[in-house]
């Protein structure tokens, strides 16, 4: 929670959250489980990097989210982050639109969206900063994805 909160003022994920929260989960599992705990949170951690990573490298998101991702995968493990991936996604779909609409820009998010996915499927990567322009609204805080997706994967269980 507290990473989204800091989200949603800077539009960052600060890497003095990330780590330890990270690190907490590896020894927690591993602690609780033995190696095999330890190996099913770095599993989780290995899906979350799988699952965010493409997003991250068309840069979509940003590396604050992916660590985020990686350290709700080292807590949930493997299986559940399957699930908190796909209820982030969309959820991070909703929150998009939503957001686009209320800062009156969806016509801008949707070509900014089509750009991506054609550059994408061209096999281009853009360099940093030429996925949209600087305003506040062009890009929404994520971390509140991450953590709506991590808690529904706890609910469904």
Known sequence: ML???????????????????????????????????????????????????LPCLVRAMGMGDLKLAAGVGAWIGPGQMLTAFVVTAIAGGVM????????????????????LLA????????????????????SIPYAPAIAFGALFSFLAR
């Open 119 to 138: 550059d994408l499927a061209r096999g281009k990567i853009r360099p940093r900063g030429q996925n949209g322009p600087a305003a506040p609204h062009a």
């Open 96 to 115: 998009a639109v939503g957001y686009t609409v209320c800062h009156r820009s969806l016509g801008q998010g949707l070509d900014k969206t089509s750009d």
């Open 3 to 53: 990473a989204s909160a800091i989200d949603i003022h800077s539009r960052r994920v600060p890497n003095w959250l990330v780590f330890p929260f990270l690190a907490a989960g590896i020894v927690t599992r591993a602690a609780t489980g033995g190696v095999a705990g330890a190996g099913l949170s770095l599993a989780g951690m290995g899906v979350a990097v799988l699952l965010f990573g």
